[in-house]
Each structure stands twice: as C-alpha cells, then as structure tokens.
C-alpha cells in the first residue's frame, strides 16, 4: 500500500499521464485484496486477490503499449485487454486451476517487463542520447539498474515462495522448533509478497521516477 501511495504522489508531482495513476491505484488494489483474502480466508476474497493481480498488470500493458501511439490505437488496445482480463476471469473461475492463474499473470508480467525494456532501447535512448549523451548514459545505467534489481528481487520472492509449497512440512517443522518470534523468518509465503510486491513496482513502473519527456508522452 506504501508502495502504491508513493507511485501516485510521484505521478501527480511529475504530471505523468492518467494511465500510470490508474495502474499505481490498481497496484494498491492489489495489496489491499490480499490484506482481505489473508485476513478472512473467504474465497471471494480470494479472487480480489488473485484477480486484481492480473488487473493491475493489464493496466501496465496498456501504458507500456500505448505509449507514444494514437488515441484510436489506445482504444482498441483498451478493448483487446480488457477481453483478455475477462476471458482469463471466466477461465479461472469456472476451473479454478492455480497453475492457470500463475501462469497467465508470468506471461503479462514478462510481456510488460520485455516491452519496457525494448521501449527504453529504441525511443528512449535516442531521445536522451541526442539531448545529453552523458545524462542519458546516467539515466539508462540507473534504469536498467532498477530492472536488474527488481526482476531479482521478485524472482527471488517467486523461488521461495515454490520451495516453501516443495518442503512445507519440513520447513512447518523446523518453525515449530525455532518459535515466535524467529519462526516468522521462515515464512516464506510471506517473504514471497514482501519481495514481489517490493520487485514487482520496481521493473514496472519506476522508470517513471527516473524521467519524463513531453515530446514522448501520450498522443
């Protein structure tokens, strides 16, 4: 929720456009529905968790997408999304296949991630680069930082939550012998949302943090 409440204040400073304000309030969606599921353990609680992960990350698509593109292009692409959104909802509801779920929200996260990094190579880089050659160099290396470390961090978020389901009993055993409060260190579920929530806004959308250009912004 920090996290989602820092992203808006920074595009209400630098006047982003209205798309990334909305996928920060998505992103705040999505740690708001997991507070609920976890605090009730009520299964439609657990579709607002689930759910508005795929939600969110649907709304950075189409930021990453329709930057710099027409007003029509955005349009159908805002249709095409929210098809896909609905058509993974209906899927997941009537099958209510986890392994479904996780993977549908890898391959949007991967498609956001590769997409940021092919905008900052081809429209990116030529813009700074001709403006300042040496701030573009700063900015860049700073970016592709924040990529580096964000992907890290949520993978390794994504590695321990799986080796948790892989070992539960032994790692339930080992928190038995340990005790509060140092058993919750083994909590890897927990470290799981820690980590990606913390590496996912990384990647995502904290380029934003990093630079703005007009010339380069929504048509």
């Known amino acids: 929720m920090w996290l ?8 209400m400073k630098e006047d982003h456009p209205s798309i990334f304000l909305i996928s920060y309030i998505g992103y705040m969606v999505v740690g708001l529905g997991s507070i609920l599921f976890h605090a009730t353990l009520k299964y439609p609680m657990q579709l607002v968790d689930e759910l508005s992960m795929i939600y ?30 609905g058509s993974i909802t209906l899927y997941y509801y009537l099958t209510k296949d986890p392994i479904f779920h996780q993977v549908a929200y890898a391959a949007l996260t991967a498609t956001v991630v590769f997409r940021s990094i092919w905008v900052m190579e081809t429209q990116v880089r030529p813009v700074l680069h001709a403006q300042d050659p040496k701030r573009a160099s700063k900015l860049l290396n700073t970016m592709w930082a924040m990529v580096a470390t964000g ?27 340990v005790g509060l409060p140092w058993a919750i260190l083994l909590e890897g579920h ?23 250009f007009p010339p380069c912004s929504h048509s």
């Open 56 to 85: 969110t990350t649907c709304l950075m698509m189409h930021a990453s997408f329709s930057y710099s593109r027409s007003q029509v292009f955005s349009v159908v692409l805002g249709i095409g999304l929210l098809s896909l959104a």
């Open 4 to 11: 989602g409440i820092r992203g808006i204040r920074s595009c």
């Open 151 to 177: 992907l890290a961090v949520f993978l390794g978020g994504f590695l321990i939550w799986n080796l948790d389901n892989f070992f539960c009993s032994q790692v339930r055993r080992w928190r038995h012998a």
């Open 190 to 212: 927990a470290w799981w949302h820690l980590m990606t929530g913390l590496g996912g806004k990384n990647p995502h959308l904290d380029g934003l943090d990093v630079f703005y």
